[in-house]
Nanobody, 126 residues
Framework: QVQLVESGGGLVQPGGSLRLSCAAS????????MGWFRQAPGKGREYVAL????????YYADSVKGRFTISRDVAKFTVTLQMNSLKVEDTAVYYC???????????????????WGQGTQVTVSS
């Protein structure tokens, strides 16, 4: 089995930056898709950034494109989300997730992901 643990959340002012990290354990990643999802109070969980583990190709939701960057370190089995130019609307619990049966293009559907971290709170406020 795979365990995922997020870290790096916190309080930041609008326009600021945060970097989230996701540490994976249990087995090496080979044919996985990894994703960062977020959920604000009273709203559904949505993807913000996805990455093909093998190729490193990244995909972003329109709401974060140009501001967020997802990357992975294959040797360390970690995934990061660099968040710049943060907005109040980015406030949410952020979750790291892994899909162990991914196609070449990662899925943005919550139901396609097999493993989830516990979540880390990101609050953007002045």
């Amino acid at each position: 089995q795979v365990q995922l643990v997020e870290s790096g959340g916190g309080l930041v002012q609008p326009g600021g930056s945060l970097r989230l990290s996701c540490a994976a354990s249990g087995r090496a990643f080979g044919s996985y898709a990894m994703g960062w999802f977020r959920q604000a109070p009273g709203k559904g969980r949505e993807y913000v950034a996805l990455i093909n583990w093998t190729s490193g190709r990244a995909y972003y939701a329109d709401s974060v494109k140009g501001r967020f960057t997802i990357s992975r370190d294959v040797a360390k089995f970690t995934v990061t989300l660099q968040m710049n130019s943060l907005k109040v609307e980015d406030t949410a619990v952020y979750y790291c997730a892994a899909d162990d049966n991914s196609g070449s293009i990662p899925s943005g559907r919550v139901s396609d992901y097999d493993y989830w971290g516990q979540g880390t709170q990101v609050t953007v406020s002045s």
